[in-house]
C-alpha cells in the first residue's frame, strides 16, 4: 500500500521559514517524480515545485520561485520543501504527490501524479 506522510506545517509570521517532509513507502521512490502542491479555499490545487528522479531537474511556480526550495532523499524516501520568506498568500494546505512518469519528465498537472498525501496546514500571519 502506497502511502504519502507530510510533516512540519504550522503557523508562522510573514517572512519566517519552514520546512515541510514528505515521507514514501510502499513504492520505488527513485523512480517517482515528486512534487508539492498546495490548495488555498476556494482555489484551485496548483504545483508550488517537482522534482526529477534524482534531483537533477526542478520546476518551481513563478510565485515561489526564489523563496521555496525542492530537494529529495531517495536513500530516505523522503521529499523536502524548503519555505523562506514566507507570505500570506502562502497560506493553504500543502499536498506531497508522486507521478509515475517513464521518461523522467517533470508534470506539473494534479491529474499526473498517481498518489497523494493527506496534506499538511501551513499558515502565515501579517
Known amino acids: 500500500q502506497v502511502q504519502l506522510v507530510e510533516s512540519g506545517g504550522g503557523l508562522v509570521q510573514a517572512g519566517e521559514s519552514l520546512r515541510l517532509s514528505c515521507a514514501a513507502s510502499?513504492?520505488?521512490?527513485?523512480?517517482?517524480?515528486m512534487g508539492w502542491f498546495r490548495q488555498a479555499p476556494g482555489k484551485e490545487r496548483e504545483c508550488v515545485a517537482a522534482i526529477s528522479w534524482k534531483g537533477g531537474r526542478t520546476y518551481s511556480a513563478a510565485s515561489v520561485r526564489g523563496r521555496f526550495t525542492i530537494s529529495r532523499d531517495n536513500a530516505k524516501n523522503t521529499v523536502y520543501l524548503q519555505m523562506n520568506s514566507l507570505k500570506p498568500e502562502d497560506t493553504a494546505v500543502y499536498y506531497c504527490?508522486?507521478?509515475?512518469?517513464?521518461?523522467?519528465?517533470?508534470?506539473?498537472?494534479?491529474?499526473?501524479?498517481?498518489?497523494w498525501g493527506q496534506g499538511t496546514q501551513v499558515t502565515v500571519s501579517s
Open positions: 504527490a508522486a507521478a509515475w512518469s517513464p521518461t523522467n519528465t517533470i508534470p506539473v498537472v494534479t491529474t499526473a501524479y498517481n498518489y
Open positions: 510502499g513504492l520505488t521512490f527513485s523512480s517517482y517524480v
